[in-house]
């Protein structure tokens, strides 16, 4: 079995008002996974003790088998990571970065670097300054990706994209995961980029991860009955419910755990099962979430 | 026995590999460095020539021109790299925040030493072709740029350790103080008073516990730096 690109057992970080609570994850090589929370919920936290950028108080991180922070160096010869947030040096022109980096990472791919230039529609000798938002985004991702990275590490990256500009973003990283040995930690609070591209999926609320699992289980697994409900009759309350919203004869249950079995048992109690919805990454990811809350109490 | 030479050349890897990215980090801080290091140079030769017809003048426009080089690349070099989040790119790349620090120090002093030493050597070629030699300024002029170097070296160390704007304000306000400070008092020092205006360079006690003095403050602040760095946690 190979080594995880990510590995993270255990870690916690505590800041005053916030505080990364003992958060375990795993990716195995090869796979996306998207970290997908509200804003505050730990996501740039996590990524940054994966980068280094921040030291975890307990736990452990290993990613590609290099213990964070004492490999980081190691590690980091192979991560690629762009964050909304990062910024290129706006003096500087975008063929400078690239000679900047190719000194660096010996796996630097001048062809790959060409087509992406084409791709992306950049031109190398205009100044990083003068470049747009998308514009900015797409060289930052340049850079990394002509390195060949075994692991992108992506927090947010499609932030305030257009939307031709988040397909070719997106189109990319699809084209990244054709080497089965790249792997893809993509962070965001947009679903519908998660859903579009991911493998697994990590859910994390205030500092927790609420759930992580394949994408295709949670889609199977999650499901919405709307419920014709004769007065006088009570629900049961099947292993997996996580909500359900009367009003009047109508009903609305939400579950994680779907099988023809709650059917059955919403049946068997005098309910009438007019239909049964698949859910949307969003609406698993907002019921998730408010379930765990409500769990504990918050 | 062999693991030990494998742990060696490990060892040995490693620190090659990070001795050139610090060089790497150095070369890219002394491209952007550029204009700042041909400007002041530019700038403190034009006000030696200035000092030639209106001494006074000349004087402060010379010594203008080496604080603001010293604040230009500790704020550009530093402070800004942290709020426009560059710092975020650099990080990501193979290096320590350790060695990132290491390369920051290095490439500020190299941007600021060259232009300061280039200008110091036309400003003692000057006072050497001054007829009468002015050599009793020498000593003096030599404490004064080793004043600059300290309180450049407490600036870069307060930007490394604070990162903040708050503490990048009071820093350039602190060391600017010094330097009215430095002039009125030094001159008057005895050792440095009875010399000033001879014609031999006379490098007294005093002279050189001044130098010490500032060696100490500089050496002090970047130790200090570097110390609160390695025990850092978070560096974004």
């Not at chain 1, 000679?99 to 990083?128: C, H, M, N």
């Not at chain 1, 609305?252 to 779907?258: D, E, G, K, M, P």
């Not at chain 2, 232009?115 to 110091?120: C, D, F, G, N, Q």
Request: net charge negative; hydrophobic share 50%; proline share 4%.
């Amino acid at each position: 079995m190979s080594i995880p690109a990510i590995d993270f057992q255990c870690v916690s970080k505590r800041y005053d008002y916030f505080q990364l609570d003992a958060i375990s994850v795993i990716l195995e090589q090869g796979q996306i996974m998207g970290l997908v929370g509200p804003n505050g919920a730990g996501k740039s936290t996590t990524i940054r003790i994966l980068m280094a950028l921040v030291q975890q108080d307990a736990g452990e991180v290993r990613v590609l088998g290099h213990e964070i922070p004492r490999e980081q160096v190691r590690a980091k010869q192979d991560i690629g990571f762009v964050s909304d947030d990062m910024r290129l040096f706006a003096g500087a022109t975008l063929a400078w970065h690239m000679g900047f980096v190719q000194s660096i990472y010996p796996g630097w791919d001048d062809a790959y670097a060409a087509t992406l230039l084409k791709r992306f529609y950049l031109r190398p000798e205009q100044r990083v300054g003068k470049l747009s938002h998308g514009e900015r985004v797409k060289a930052a991702l340049l850079l990394v990706l002509a390195r060949r990275p075994r692991l992108l590490v992506l927090d947010e990256p499609t932030s305030g994209l257009d939307p031709v500009a988040r397909h070719e973003v997106l189109a990319e990283f699809m084209e990244v995961l054709k080497d089965d040995e790249r792997s893809i930690l993509f962070s965001s609070h947009n679903t519908v980029d998660v859903e579009q591209i991911s493998d697994q999926i990590t859910f994390i609320d205030r500092g927790r991860v609420v759930d992580s699992n394949d994408k295709e289980v949670f889609l199977d697994r999650w499901r919405r009955l709307s419920l014709d409900v004769p007065a006088g009759t009570s629900l049961p309350d099947p292993a997996g419910v996580t909500e359900i919203l009367r009003d009047g004869q109508a009903a609305l249950v939400t579950t994680s755990a779907y099988s023809p079995e709650i059917e059955a048992e919403f049946a068997h109690a005098g309910a009438r099962v007019q239909n049964v919805q698949r859910m949307t990454l969003e609406e698993i990811f907002i019921a998730n979430v408010m379930h765990d809350r409500k769990v504990r109490g918050e | 026995m062999s693991t030990h030479t494998h742990v060696s050349a490990n060892a040995s890897t490693s620190a090659s590999m990070n001795a050139s990215m610090i060089r790497r980090l150095v070369t890219k801080d002394l491209y952007l460095y550029r204009w700042f290091i041909v400007g002041a140079t530019l700038a403190g030769l034009a006000s030696l020539f200035v000092s030639g017809l209106h001494g006074m003048t000349g004087l402060i426009l010379f010594m203008t021109t080496i604080v603001a080089l010293g604040i230009f690349i500790a704020m550009y070099g530093i402070l800004v790299e942290r709020k426009e989040k560059t710092l975020l790119f650099v990080l990501s790349l193979p290096v320590t925040p350790l060695q990132y620090a290491t390369a920051k120090v290095f490439a500020a002093l190299i941007a600021f030493l060259v232009p300061v030493l280039v200008l110091a050597a036309a400003a003692l070629s000057y006072n050497v072709a001054f007829d009468p030699p002015l050599n009793g300024e020498i000593p003096f002029t030599v404490v004064t740029l080793g004043l600059f170097l300290a309180n450049f070296c407490f600036l870069v160390a307060l930007l490394l350790v604070s990162g903040a704007e708050f503490w990048a304000v009071a820093g350039v306000v602190l060391t600017n103080l010094t330097v009215p400070l430095f002039m009125n008092v030094v001159v008057g020092l005895p050792g440095i008073r009875e010399y000033i205006q001879g014609p031999v360079a006379v490098w007294s006690p005093t002279i050189f516990a001044i130098l010490g003095t500032e060696a100490t403050v500089a050496v002090l602040s970047l130790g200090i730096a570097f110390y609160v760095q390695s025990r850092r946690t978070d560096f974004i």
